[in-house]
Every structure is written in C-alpha cells, then in structure tokens.
C-alpha cells in the first residue's frame, strides 16, 4: 500500500495594509504615498489580504489612533480574521503596543517595513553591519512595550546581573551586548573604507554620485556608463550597498561613479542615521547626478525629498539633474518645458545608449574643466 506523504506549508497570516494620511503628512498626491507604501510591502514579499485606508484629523500619543477609529480598526480585524497589521507610519513603542492589545494582532510599523526590506537588501559587510545596529537598536526600544513577562523575575544565579534579574533586564543586556560587536565590526569596516578613501582622493581621480528617489534608475544609468552588471531591479531599495566603478569616457582619462541607496518621502530619521557612514561618500564626491524618474507623477516631490535628505546629511555640492526614463513619459515636450528651473539639467533614457549621450558628454565636459 502506497504511503500517503503529508507536506506541511507554512500559512502565512492573514495581513491587514493600513494605509494613513496622517495630518504630519503634507503630500499633495496621497495616492502616490499609498502607492509607494503598497510597493515596500511587495518587496517584502507580503501579499496582504485586505487594504485599508484612512484619513486622520489627529494622532494620539498613546495610541496613534483615537478611541473611536482604533475601535473601527479592531472590527475590521475581528471581521477579517486579521493577524497582523502593517501600517503605513512610524510608531512609537509605547503606541504599538497599545494598539496590538487592543486589536489582538501583531502590529508592523513603517520602521519595521524598511529595516525588513534593508536586511533582506544588504550583501556588502559594512551594509550588513549597517542593518544589524539599525534593527537591534529598534528592537531594544520595543522591549519598553512588552509584556508583564518580560517584566518577571528570572530568579537564575550565575549571570551578570545577579540573581533577581528581570527578563526584560536580560534581553536589554543581550541586545546591548550585540550592538557593541556590530559596531565593533562595523568599525573595522569603515576603516578600510577611509583607507580606500584616502587614496582616491590622493589620486586625484575625479569622483561622481549617483543620488536619488529609490527605483530611479540610478544601478541602470551605472550599468551602462560603465558596462558593468550592478543589480538593477524594478523594486524599491535593490541597491542599498554603495557600489564604485570605473568611468572611461571617449579617454583614458579615469573617473569614479558611485551608486548609492535610494531614498523614499518620511524616511525614518533613525534609518538616515544608520546609513550615514555610507553616504558619507557624497561628502568627498566632485559632483552629484540626482537621477529623477520623470515618468513618475511625483517627480517633483521626489526631488524635494531628495534635496530635504542632503540637508540632513549637510552635503551641500554641485549637482546635476538626470531626468531619466524619458521613453516612458507620453507627452515628451509638455514635461520637458517643465525642466527649467532645475538646472543643469540633461534628459535620458538608461535603456538606450543614445538616450544617455547627453550624461556622457556632460561628465566628459565637466570633467575637462577641472
């Protein structure tokens, strides 16, 4: 008798998007945000089960939410059989916890979203340590909002702490502990770095950065300057590890092009700090190509974020506007009229070598003059 084989799969849980317009969000195409946010979720490789959006007059400190749409909020799960709950904004721990008790799901927030998508993105070590800090450090300020168990006594004798030492006291420990190694690492990393650094300024070899919106363009513009094969993926945060090049331009003339991650609008501040080792290139590049997708709606915007990120950073150098995507927009003439207050500025296609004539012969310029 032939033996009947029981594969088990593993059921993924029934997932609510809840996608807010919350009144700190001065976007004026709310659609491109819900967009964008539905996109980070597919890159995660989650399908959910039900979209939600809402509009908020208010936020609450404790909750988010006011009484009266978290109590909505917890009927749409009860209806659905929710289980967790992926939400458009950065939570605090304290409202995240609130709101999973209240709702009975698990509760991931806008940080979470991206730190998930920046583990799963990161391949270098430096990015790799980069993520790991990123996600230990928001991790040990969601110990604040666990539960009475993490709040009980161990009673164990024998580890630093002593006896007495409550649960939560040893996972903050634990975590501390993992921190201090990946910076250790991470130190070692950025050595190196600013060994490497140091002898290309020393060279003299000119040095360009590819910046902008995530899912520009940017790895593809440098896979065909440079003839390279750079990961160039149509999804959000495929280059999150800074990767340089060599550029040779009609010359043997060498100059470096860098690509970098992608930025999106509302990026956490505590991921700005993460990765600011890394676009701490920007500092020492000649030369910034802000690659804009100008088939995009929200291209304009895009370059407001952009531009909002360097000021963080406090990267103030020269710039030029790569309008990319060119074969994609409909009507070519009526957006190009729109291109003249940002300058210098070119107009592209990363997909046709003819289209990128116009980048090529600005860097061979630009670079002539130095």
């Not at 009144?23 to 979720?41: A, V």
């Not at 006011?66 to 721990?93: D, H, M």
């Not at 070899?205 to 160039?232: D, E, H, R």
């Amino acid at each position: 008798m032939a033996k009947t084989q029981n594969i088990e799969t593993t059921r993924q849980p029934r997932t609510l998007a809840l996608c807010v317009w919350a009144p700190y969000n001065k976007t004026k195409n709310i659609d491109s945000y819900y967009e964008e946010f539905l996109n980070l979720i597919k890159t995660n490789g989650v399908v959910p089960d039900v979209i939600e959006y809402t509009k908020l007059r208010e936020t609450h400190p404790v909750t988010f939410f006011t009484s009266g749409k978290l109590e909505s909020l917890r009927q749409l799960c009860e209806k659905n059989n929710i289980e967790e709950v992926i939400i458009s904004e950065a939570l605090t721990s304290q409202q995240e916890k609130n709101m999973s008790d209240y709702i009975h799901c698990e509760i991931f927030d806008r940080t979470q979203l991206i730190l998930e998508i920046f583990e799963k993105a990161a391949h270098s070590g430096e990015g790799q340590a980069q993520v790991e800090i990123a996600m230990l450090k928001h991790a040990k300020t969601r110990l604040a909002g666990k539960g009475v168990h993490l709040a009980q006594q161990s009673g164990v004798f024998g580890l630093r702490g002593g006896p007495g030492e409550t649960l939560k006291e040893r996972e903050r420990r634990h975590i501390e502990d993992q921190i201090k190694k990946a910076v250790r690492r991470l130190a070692t990393l950025q050595k190196v770095r600013a060994t490497q650094r140091k002898q290309r300024l020393n060279s003299k070899i000119p040095f360009v950065c590819l910046i902008g919106y995530t899912n520009s363009g940017k790895s593809t513009i440098l896979n065909a300057l440079t003839k390279s094969n750079v990961l160039a993926e149509d999804k959000l945060f495929a280059t999150l590890d800074t990767t340089t090049r060599d550029l040779y331009l009609g010359d043997n003339k060498k100059t470096l092009i860098s690509d970098t991650v992608g930025f999106i609008q509302l990026l956490p501040t505590k991921l700005i700090e993460a990765f600011k080792s890394t676009l701490s290139e920007l500092e020492f590049a000649n030369l910034l190509l802000i690659v804009v997708d100008v088939s995009d709606s929200e291209w304009k915007n895009h370059i407001k974020v952009v531009h909002e990120i360097l000021g963080e950073l406090d990267v103030d150098k020269p710039v030029l506007y790569v309008f990319n995507k060119i074969d994609k927009v409909e009507d070519r003439e009526d957006t190009e009229s729109q291109l003249d207050d940002y300058q210098p500025h070119v107009v592209v296609s990363a997909k046709s070598k003819d289209e990128l004539q116009p980048l090529s012969a600005f860097i061979y310029n630009w670079r002539s003059e130095l």
